[in-house]
């Protein structure tokens, strides 16, 4: 088997809207190649008095249809295949839920875990000083992704703003509220994975409550979507993290667990209930459930996972945890996955109300922004379960289309430079 490269991933789907939507390849050749990729290196001085070098990317993918958008990661596994990967998503996802946005992400190869308080501010605020250059809220505007939070987009939007000379809260998303985050942004993603899991379900004429759910991550997608999920009154009976894999014939008490989580510093490992019990991760993907979520990386939906699992829809909560290997044999074995540029789009849909509520200077209510996020979220949905029928494709090739033939129309109108 040749290794898993995110980035050839993406391409193979592109190619295959791209044959579906008649494109010539120089009709779309300009999604094929990033705008600008950008690496850079981060000193940090730890605190034991060592220096010690961080690795960290910004890649630019598309911005035909306005500034580049999307989160920082910080994995040990960061690579630039991956960011440029993630950052071509981002351009696809911002497509196709229709918010002017282009696509971007960076990330810094490091484990987040191995760093005290002070190392990952020092680091976070290198970082931002090195990709300087290319962001700004009318350029590129960062948010977070994998193991960064509320607090790592305070230290950029204070850096930057240092550098600036004045407060420029539009810099990034996902902000504290303190200082210009918006309502409703931290649960937004897994609201619409929650969202989403309820109108696919809805239009496949079945029940969101009594629903049994296996979800892999416990994170900030993870962990919300299971919550909502379980206040539909779905039955959460398989959970998992990096730290391990629980099961629960009866469903979890969602509460209790989330409680637990909060004491055990975000990790799993040492729950305990009635009938609770420790499985494999395999286990946990392949658990006998209706509705699986995958809400941790890629690459996780695999061949071998692809064929032995038994959930009959799949709400991709992470980007990219589908090989395209794998999604060949969902199809083949009927299972209907909502894709992640979709299902996951919760959390941009709602970066962009909080860039939006910064320049206005003014602030939504959390009614406003969860109505607006269903409203936004609902509509592509059906857009994209039209195309389905009017091509006759996958979930994940209508995506692509809608999101394409929007990028592709912006970019004819534009025009090539010069
Ligand atoms: N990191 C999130 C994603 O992958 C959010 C990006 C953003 O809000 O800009 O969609």
Redesign the pocket.
């Known amino acids: 088997m040749t290794e898993y490269n995110p980035y050839e991933e993406m391409l193979s789907t592109l190619d295959l809207a791209a044959s579906k939507l008649n494109l010539e390849e120089s009709d779309y050749n300009f999604l094929r190649y990033p705008e600008r990729e950008l690496k850079v290196s981060c000193p940090v001085r730890m605190d034991d008095g060592t220096i010690k070098v961080f690795e960290g990317y910004r890649v630019q993918h598309c911005s035909v249809r306005g500034p580049c958008?999307?989160?920082i990661r910080f994995h040990h596994d960061v690579n630039m295949d991956e960011v440029k990967a993630?950052a071509a998503?981002?351009s696809l996802?911002c497509a196709v839920v229709n918010i002017p946005y282009g696509g971007g992400k960076g990330g810094i190869q490091v484990d987040p875990t191995q760093l005290s308080l002070n190392e990952i501010r020092n680091l976070t605020r290198r970082y931002t000083a090195g990709i300087l250059p290319l962001i700004g809220p009318e350029k590129d505007?960062?948010?977070?992704?994998v193991n960064t939070n509320a607090q790592v987009m305070g230290w950029i939007m204070d850096t930057y703003s240092m550098f600036m000379g004045y407060s420029v809260p539009g810099v990034v998303?996902?902000k504290p509220l303190d200082i210009g985050g918006s309502l409703g942004r931290p649960e937004a993603?897994g609201r619409g994975v929650m969202l989403t899991g309820r109108e696919v379900l809805k239009k496949l004429d079945r029940s969101y409550p009594g629903t049994k759910v296996a979800i892999q991550g416990y994170g900030n997608v993870g962990r919300v979507a299971a919550t909502l999920m379980y206040e539909e009154g779905c039955k959460i009976t398989a959970i998992g993290d990096v730290s391990c894999s629980l099961y629960c014939e009866d469903g979890f008490d969602i509460e209790d667990v989330n409680a637990y989580w909060e004491s055990n510093k975000g990790l799993l490992k040492g729950y305990q209930a009635q009938g609770v019990q420790e499985i494999t991760g395999f286990e946990l993907l392949t658990a006998d459930v209706d509705l699986l979520v995958p809400a941790a990386l890629e690459n996780t939906i695999t061949t071998d996972v692809a064929k032995a699992l038994k959930a009959t829809v799949i709400v991709e909560g992470a980007?990219g945890p589908t090989t395209s290997e794998a999604d060949k044999i969902l199809a083949e074995r009927g299972i209907m996955v909502v894709p992640d540029i979709l299902a996951?789009?919760g959390?941009?849909i709602v970066?962009y109300f909080e860039w939006v509520q910064n320049i206005q200077s003014l602030m939504w209510d959390i009614n406003e922004v969860n109505k607006n996020l269903e409203r936004i979220l609902l509509r592509a949905f059906d857009e994209v379960w039209e195309a389905r029928t009017t091509y006759d494709c996958r979930f994940r090739t209508a995506a692509y289309i809608v999101a394409m033939k929007r990028l592709v129309e912006a970019h004819n109108i534009r025009g090539v430079f010069p």
């Open positions: 958008k999307g989160g993630l998503w981002m996802k505007i960062p948010a977070p992704d998303t996902g993603t980007n996951n789009a959390g941009v970066s």
